[in-house]
């Protein structure tokens, strides 16, 4: 069993910066990916960003140059850091983990991006 904890969400204005955090614990054995979904209001739950674990990362198209993810495998903890943010940035983000061929769901952080 894998326990993941999204924390740092909020609100923001456009073109600001916002660092969400996703805490695991349990068992990370034969990990192969790490990403960020999102779930905007009436529409489906969307990659953001995954990591797999031999390096490479994948952006969304509408994420490409603004947010950039990283690991500290020390803390068991990955960060989305989110800069130059929209409006249409808004939406429960969720962290995800595939540990041997399971998938593992935080509950979700709430960014809401408005002046």
């Known amino acids: 069993q894998v326990q993941l904890v999204e924390s740092g969400g909020g609100l923001v204005q456009p073109g600001g910066s916002l660092r969400l955090s996703c805490a695991a614990s349990g068992s990370v054995i034969r990990l192969y990916s790490m990403g960020w979904y999102r779930q905007a209001p009436g529409k489906q739950r969307e990659l953001v960003a995954v990591?797999?674990?031999?390096?490479?990362?994948t952006f969304a198209d509408s994420v490409k140059g603004r947010f950039t993810m990283s690991s500290d495998n020390a803390k068991s903890t990955m960060y989305l850091q989110m800069t130059s943010v929209k409006p249409e940035d808004t939406a429960v983000y969720y962290c995800?983990?595939?540990?041997?061929?399971?998938?593992?769901w935080g509950q979700g952080t709430q960014v809401t991006v408005s002046s």
């Open positions: 990591m797999m674990t031999g390096g490479t990362t």
């Open positions: 995800n983990y595939v540990v041997n061929g399971l998938g593992y």
